[in-house]
């Protein structure tokens, strides 16, 4: 039974349902359509939703996928930032250790 539950959780359809359920607005019956439709990644998601990576995208009246959107492009300022702070903290414990 673990061994089913292990292979269950290596596989690319659980990966992937999981990653997609981690974007506000993209529930499991959202995640399983998208995976029907052959996106597997961020970055496919980002290209399905048209979202720009270099900022979040503008609100666009009508668009039912707008928190999807949102939500994307406010990960990747997310994951900007934590970079940013990453490399800040590494230069100061650098200059503290020297």
């Known amino acids: 039974m673990e061994r089913v539950i292990e292979e269950m959780?290596?596989?690319e359809r659980f990966k992937t349902l999981s990653l997609f359920n981690t974007?506000?607005?993209?529930?499991?019956?959202t995640a399983r359509?998208?995976?029907d439709r052959g996106l597997r990644s961020l970055r496919d998601l980002e290209a399905y939703y048209e979202v720009d990576t270099g900022s979040i995208p503008a609100e666009n009246s009508g668009s039912a996928?707008?928190?999807?959107r949102i939500a994307l492009g406010l990960r990747n300022d997310l994951m900007r930032t934590c970079e940013s702070l990453a490399k800040i903290h590494a230069n100061?414990?650098?200059l503290t250790l020297a």
């Open 33 to 35: 359509t998208l995976y």
């Open 23 to 29: 974007i506000h607005g993209i529930g499991p019956a």
């Open 92 to 94: 100061a414990l650098v």
């Open 9 to 11: 959780r290596e596989s």
């Open 65 to 68: 996928d707008m928190n999807i």
